[in-house]
């Protein structure tokens, strides 16, 4: 069984905050999922002794006529939010909090 400690760890770990009040019902939820993934143990998946790799095989399309030299230029450039010169900036979605 879960007990409250587990379940803040598991938050602190996912960047969760829960809530004191909550985290005995977050446990006991941990628990009933735990349970049904559990279901999967009881599964009877028989494996044949000797498996074989898929038949694999190329898949090429159909070369055709190259769209001209920046064609979509523009258009791509106008999608960014800024633009310095030559370079393109988009907003900074990485953090190291």
């Known amino acids: 069984m879960a007990s409250a ?3 803040k760890k598991l938050a602190a770990l996912a960047r969760l905050s829960i809530p004191e009040d909550k ?3 977050r446990a006991a939820e941990f628990d ?3 349970a049904y993934i559990a279901q999967l ?3 009877d ?8 790799a898929p038949h694999l095989r190329n898949v090429f399309r159909e070369d ?3 769209t001209a030299a920046a064609t979509w230029t523009e258009k ?3 999608m960014f939010p800024r633009r310095d010169g030559d ?3 988009v907003k900074k979605i990485i953090s190291h909090d």
């Open 23 to 25: 985290l005995e019902a």
């Open 64 to 66: 055709g006529e190259p």
């Open 45 to 52: 998946i028989r494996t044949d002794a000797t498996p074989q």
């Open 76 to 78: 791509l450039v106008g």
């Open 5 to 7: 400690e587990d379940v």
């Open 41 to 43: 143990d009881e599964l």
């Open 87 to 89: 370079h393109l900036s």
């Open 32 to 34: 009933r999922i735990v």
